[in-house]
């Protein structure tokens, strides 16, 4: 940051929320200091298989002498990476309050449940949101969810305990508003609402 912008750079009145994520670094001076590996990620854009280079600046720690890492908890960091990621901290596990978003009361930060959302339907955030319009389901009790294909969520639904989502082949599985599902698997949701599930094992 050039000084004369060192100021408005630190103030918080302009910036009310810091990345801490980030490292910023003149890549020209650190380059002949370092030496990174090149990370393969293999993944899939818009149906593409591609293939993403990185390198992991985390592993530049080992380059320089007497350096130290800070461990932050959970309570204080919740990354989002997946629409898995992001239907927990939508779901009533977390509050916002005043613009920051914290563990709901009660919710222990480190137990957070599993959860697995087919990646053909839930991969990315558009139709993600769009089975999710009339609210996410209550996750409070949940500790295990598989939703595996098209499966939609109208309101006020309730998850607990370990429940497994089966959509059926090529058709939209709509979950009914008020509905409440605990350690089954849902095997089959008929058009008046009906659900046919057994018994989680």
Not at 89 to 110: F, H, K, Q, T, W
Not at 167 to 195: F, K, Q, Y
Request: proline content about 6%.
């Amino acid at each position: 940051v050039p000084p004369e912008h060192m100021s408005e750079f630190t103030s918080i009145d302009k910036f009310k929320v810091f990345n801490t994520n980030s490292l910023w670094v003149r890549l020209d001076a650190l380059r002949p200091h370092i030496e990174m590996d090149i990370i393969t990620n293999r993944k899939s854009v818009n149906g593409r298989d591609v293939i993403q280079l990185e390198q992991a600046m985390a592993a530049a720690i080992s380059s320089f002498q007497n350096s130290v890492a800070i461990e932050v908890p959970r309570t204080r960091y919740a990354p989002v990476k997946k629409c898995n990621d992001l239907l927990v901290i939508m779901s009533d596990l977390y509050s916002l309050e005043r613009g920051v978003l914290r563990p709901a009361n009660g919710v222990d930060p480190a137990d957070m449940p599993e959860i697995v959302l087919d990646n053909a339907f839930f991969g990315n955030v558009d139709p993600f949101l769009r089975r999710l319009v009339h609210g996410v389901p209550s996750l409070r009790e949940i500790t295990f969810l598989d939703v595996a294909g098209d499966v939609w969520f109208d309101r006020d639904v309730t998850l607990a305990g370990r429940v497994r989502i089966v959509g059926e082949h090529n058709v939209e599985t709509h979950v009914p508003a008020g509905t409440s599902l605990r350690d089954v698997v849902v095997r089959h949701i008929a058009a008046d609402g009906s659900i046919e599930s057994e018994p989680f094992v």
